[in-house]
């Protein structure tokens, strides 16, 4: 099934004015410039978004982290504690369906940029909050960046030998709130469009978490306990008899899942595990020893090219165990436009993972570079406020705005 | 049924099974759409019986969790045709696995479809090289989802479909833009969201990571991000998280800890230096974590306003002061993750009067309707 139309027209003629920083927020209106949308960020002065700083950065100072989550918006530089840096901000909101803001919950209405300040200017904007616990509650003022939430929600739980996994290195708790995000801007605009009324989003990493949590909590909170009845859990994956990892007689690693009774069906024919293929999803738990010892032996016995084809071929999930350096060594990968070239400003083009709305099936357009700071500050005021050059020069010249101060480096 | 989400009045159709459509559907109900959920009456979604019974139920807690607040229907009989007459009916459809979902393209082909928006969640829409992949976590592995996750040997840690709710909640933001794409040009929308492309988007700041790396000709591919944020263990077993990041958090953590000496210590105060002496800084943290218990372990890092948090058993977290102000508990289960308007959307089951009373008006003249009660949905047999 074919895509019907290029992802990068689908929001095509949609400005929205971005205060995000660091990858929750960024990510999310990467995703809405990947779309076709107009995104402004703003970015305060003199030092804007602090992953600028991160390390691995280019020639002209951007970080390849920065580079990655702010691919396709333009980008200004403003003193927004300022009045005339308030005004300028309040008359972009006023042309911009949408408004995302990830500063610590109370920060944007001190600023005088909160809900209810860009409603009076914007009957119908959808205005998203992406915090750490949420907008309100007793952790609210709290710094509640994705490692802090991921632990608080349950996903970090240690196994049962005690121990808690080792931080992930991706993020997800941001990324997931980005998506869902997505989702309730796009729903947001469509009411926009058939009611005129306004959409405020609050949405908090650690309620998106919660929210993806589709074992564990609901069986909680159904009042059956932990899954296996113990207070502390076997890890998650043996908690799914039968899934995870398994190395075969070549040294290579696969991923089985089998937890759908037509899989774990199939897996028990083929591995031999005699007289449980009957056995209900809690059942099996009775028996996880025996059937990973099984499923080991089986892998264990025979190279990886074959436990691939026999169980893959039975309708079984299974896939090599790659690390991040065999799938971007894969040539699929850049077939499948998940790593591109992207235009930099000083370094030429440079390979950078655009994710799945730059993808294929999407249509993989070509992406824009990440802003420098302050870039399109005048483009701005000039174009989308009507402000003069003259009058760009005096708000330079205050120190309201800032235009981009990175010094022109020869690529 | 919501009367305050923004998806209020849409309706969305949800063929197939397993979790990354369960997913996608139930973040689109949580913005208020009117979800239909069909199952084949014949092979019913597997996810049934994924865990415990729910509350008097038969099938699962993770079933209802995701599909507790949609209106539930099993399908039986002449099920492309009776597919299109529904689709036509809908603002959308997903299409999971399963062998409904086998029906779509035939259904697709049919006069009475009209022209559905339809997001399809695939295994992979272009395939990493020679595999053939499942829509299921094992197309996450893949990826190098699982190396992201742990050093060296591939970890079991993971406790929770994380590649299939994240191409659930992609295949849901798609959907979602798709029907604001159809409202403003009239046009459907078709695409297909894969697993394996979603799992990759998900991990790309560690795979950009890696890139850097090797194009900065560096061996540190940590150096993004904080490698010290990992768990600390307390003296009670208890673990916490410190994120510590920035000149000012080292200063309030050094207050935290009782070491206002370290304050200016050159090997701490910058974020590059503590890469440099991580194990230092990780003996000191681990010190101080082990002197404590994890709760005054905690008072004394939020006392300061230092990014950390406990971990958590879930059990614990729906206990937490935090998430019982919030409200996202709602009895014995999770409401809407989305805020609306200072409003959050409970999720309530939709109950058997409610499906029965809907399908029988949408099935109205081509099918009969009845509640099975084993199966807790309505039962469309198509005439």
Redesign the interface.
């Known amino acids: ?5 290029l ?1 990068a027209e ?2 095509k ?1 949609v400005q929205v004015l971005d205060f995000t920083a660091v ?1 929750a927020g960024p990510h999310m209106s990467r ?1 809405l410039a990947q ?1 076709g949308a107009d995104v402004v960020k703003v970015e305060a002065i003199p030092v804007g978004d ?1 992953t600028r700083g ?3 950065r280019f020639t002209g100072g951007q ?3 920065f580079k ?1 989550q702010n691919l396709g918006k333009r980008g200004i530089g403003v003193n927004l504690a300022s009045e005339a840096g308030h005004r300028i901000a309040m008359q972009l909101a006023a042309q911009s369906q949408v408004v995302l803001e990830n500063f610590r919950p109370g920060v944007v209405d001190k600023l005088g940029l909160g809900y209810e300040h860009i409603r009076a200017v914007r009957p119908d904007v959808v205005y998203v909050s992406i915090s750490g ?8 003022r ?4 994705v ?13 049962h030998d ?11 708790g941001d ?2 709130a980005s ?2 995000c ?10 926009a ?2 009611t005129g009324a ?7 990493i ?3 978490l ?18 296996d009845g113990r ?2 859990r076997t ?4 908690a ?1 008899v039968a ?3 398994f190395v075969c007689a070549d040294g290579e ?5 089998a ?4 899989a774990w069906r199939a897996l028990c024919e083929i591995v031999e595990l005699k007289g449980i293929a009957g056995l ?3 059942e099996r738990m009775a028996h996880a020893g025996q059937v990973y010892a099984i499923i080991e032996a089986w892998c264990a016995s025979r190279g990886s090219g074959q436990v ?1 084809d026999e169980l ?2 039975a ?14 060594a ?4 850049r ?5 591109q070239d992207v235009p930099d400003a000083f370094a030429g083009k ?8 730059a ?4 249509g993989r357009a070509p992406q824009r570079p990440e802003p420098l700071h302050g870039q399109h500050t005048r483009e701005v005021l000039t174009g989308l406020l009507g402000y003069s050059d003259a009058a760009v020069d005096e708000l330079v010249a205050a120190g309201v705005v800032q235009e981009h101060p990175l010094p022109a480096v020869a690529p | 049924m919501t009367a305050h989400g923004p998806l209020s009045g849409v309706t969305v159709l949800e063929v197939g099974d397993g979790v990354p459509v369960g997913y996608a559907g139930r973040v689109l109900r949580s913005l208020g759409a009117h979800v239909l959920k069909l199952e084949d009456a014949a092979a019913p979604d597997w996810v049934r019986g994924y865990g415990s019974p729910f509350g008097g139920h038969r099938a699962a807690a993770s079933w209802y969790h995701l599909n507790g607040a949609k209106h539930r229907a099993v399908l039986g009989g002449g099920p492309a045709a009776a597919l299109a007459r529904l689709m036509a009916a809908s603002d959308l459809t997903l299409v999971g696995d399963g062998t409904l979902a086998h029906l779509i393209e035939p259904a697709l082909a049919l006069d009475g479809a009209g022209l559905p928006s339809v997001v399809r969640i695939v295994p992979a829409v272009t395939p990493p090289t020679g595999m053939m992949l499942r829509a299921d976590e094992s197309a996450g592995a893949a990826t190098g989802l699982r190396d992201v996750y742990g050093m060296g040997r591939p970890p079991e840690g993971l406790r929770f479909d994380i590649a299939e709710v994240n191409a659930g909640a992609h295949a849901a933001a798609v959907g979602a833009l798709a029907l604001y794409r159809r409202t403003v040009t009239g046009e459907p929308v078709r695409v297909d969201v894969g697993v394996y492309e979603a799992t990759f988007s998900m991990i790309e700041i560690a795979v950009q990571t890696l890139l850097l790396s090797q194009a900065f000709d560096s061996s540190s591919p940590d150096m993004v991000g904080s490698p010290l944020a990992a768990p600390y263990y307390c003296a009670d077993g208890g673990a916490v998280v410190i994120n510590i990041y920035g000149r000012g958090v080292w200063q309030r953590t050094c207050a935290a800890i009782g070491r206002p000496d370290l304050e200016d210590d050159p090997r701490f105060i910058e974020t590059f230096a503590r890469y440099e002496f991580g194990q230092e800084l990780r003996d000191l943290l681990d010190a101080f974590c082990l002197a404590h218990p994890r709760d005054e372990a905690m008072r004394r890092l939020w006392g300061q306003r230092i990014p950390s948090a406990p971990v958590l058993e879930p059990a614990e977290l729906v206990q937490n002061e935090q998430v019982a102000s919030r409200g996202i508990v709602a009895g014995n289960r999770l409401a809407s993750p989305y805020v609306i308007n200072g409003e959050r959307d409970p999720l309530e089951p939709v109950g058997a009067a409610q499906a029965c009373a809907l399908f029988e008006t949408l099935c109205a003249g081509w099918a009969t309707t009845d509640y099975r009660e084993d199966l807790d949905a309505v039962h469309i047999a198509v005439r």
């Not at chain 1, 616990?133 to 609210?140: A, N, R």
């Not at chain 1, 919660?210 to 899954?227: F, K, Q, R």
């Not at chain 1, 690693?253 to 899942?257: D, G, H, L, S």
Request: aromatic share 10%; proline share 6%; hydrophobic share 40%.
């Open positions: 099934m074919p895509f019907t139309s992802f689908w929001l003629g990858l995703v779309a602090t991160l390390p691995y970080s390849g982290y990655q616990w949420g907008q309100t509650g007793p952790f609210s709290m710094t509640g960046e490692r802090s939430t991921t632990s608080l929600s349950g996903l970090m739980a240690a196994d005690g121990e808690v996994p080792g931080w992930e290195r991706c993020s997800f990324t997931n998506i869902h997505v989702a309730a801007i796009a729903a947001g605009l469509l009411k469009r058939n306004s959409t405020h989003v609050d949405f908090s650690l309620e998106g919660m929210a993806t949590n589709v074992l564990e909590l609901p069986e909680v909170l159904s009042g059956a306990g932990a899954i207070e502390k890890s998650g994956d043996h799914r899934s995870g990892n690693w696969v991923y089985i899942r937890v759908s009774p037509a209900g999803f809690i691939l893959g071929a309708g079984i999930g299974v896939a090599p165990v790659r690390s991040v350096r065999e799938a971007i894969d040539p699929a990968t077939e499948a436009g998940l790593v440079v390979p950078v993972p655009t994710g799945l709305f993808s294929t099936a999407f």
